[in-house]
């Protein structure tokens, strides 16, 4: 049976659900086993696999153990979903070269992931705000100029 835009909705805010409360095996049910994202905005820039996609999770979170997803965003069509969403997560490990901070970051990422016919994520494309993030890292001026 097809899948509905609305199923794939919730099954894009499960998804995030499990990754906020670190619940990886969880994903299982909602990503394809080869699982894509595309995206040089990042912080996977290609991967395949969803074994892939769940140790980066898990070691992004060993860096931001703390870090959830919040939808600001949720549309779909067909086979596919939109979110805009603002991740919002304490830096308590070295990150890109830079030492804990400890400090509480934010920043907003835009992913659109798509569906199979069952309703499994086998494809998403991911940019995320580096610039903000790096800004509040301190890898990156916060005024240019």
Known sequence: MP????????????F??????DQLDELDT???EDFVTHGPQ?????????DLHKQGIGGFKSTFPDA???????????????TH????????????????????????????????ENGIMVERWVIEDFLAMFQQLGIMPTKFG
């Open 16 to 21: 995030f659900l499990a990754a906020n409360n």
């Open 3 to 14: 899948t509905t835009p609305e199923h794939n909705k919730s099954t894009i805010i499960r």
């Open 30 to 32: 909602y990503m394809h």
């Open 68 to 82: 959830t997803i919040h939808i600001i965003h949720i549309f779909a069509e067909g086979d596919k979903v939109m």
């Open 85 to 116: 969403q603002k991740v919002v997560a304490r830096h308590v490990k070295e990150f890109l070269g830079v030492q804990p901070t400890f400090k509480t970051i934010e920043w907003t990422a835009t992913q659109l992931a798509r569906f199979d």
């Open 42 to 50: 990042s912080l996977l820039p290609y991967a395949k696999g969803r």
